[in-house]
């Protein structure tokens, strides 16, 4: 029996590597593999714009969620806050920091209606 893995890939955003991500994309495509693939959908961190924004990303991600990768979100602009209450103390920066609920709300309101539906996993094994 072929071993299987999970892949998780953070930071994906229109002004990513593309480069690097389409061999990675090949590579994976070749296994039996669960693909994690958590996205910026509105990226203002400098460190994640390596390339020039894809217009085609919201297209990429939709193909990336038909073609059996689990899509979720991480966070909205990574841009991290460093103040305030954190439900997982294990960084002290977040994005949603001190955000209330109504802040929140609102702003992922904003990303699920404009982006895509998130896939949630299957039972690999």
């Not at 480069?19 to 994690?36: K, Y």
């Not at 920091?97 to 929140?104: I, P, S, V």
Request: overall charge positive.
């Amino acid at each position: 029996m072929m071993a299987r893995f999970i892949y998780r890939f953070d930071d994906l955003c229109p002004t990513m590597n593309w480069r690097a991500w389409d061999r990675i994309e090949r590579v994976v495509d070749q296994t039996d593999s669960c693909i994690i693939a958590s996205i910026v959908p509105y990226n203002r961190d400098p460190e994640l714009i390596l390339d020039l924004p894809n217009p085609r990303f919201w297209e990429r991600a939709r193909e990336w969620r038909d073609k059996g990768f689990v899509t979720g979100l991480q966070g909205y602009q990574h841009l991290p806050k460093t103040t305030g209450a954190s439900g997982v103390p294990l960084h002290g920066a977040g994005e949603f920091l001190g955000d209330d609920y109504k802040t929140r709300s609102k702003t992922l309101t904003w990303v699920f209606r404009y982006s895509l539906p998130i896939r949630y996993p299957q039972t690999y094994g």
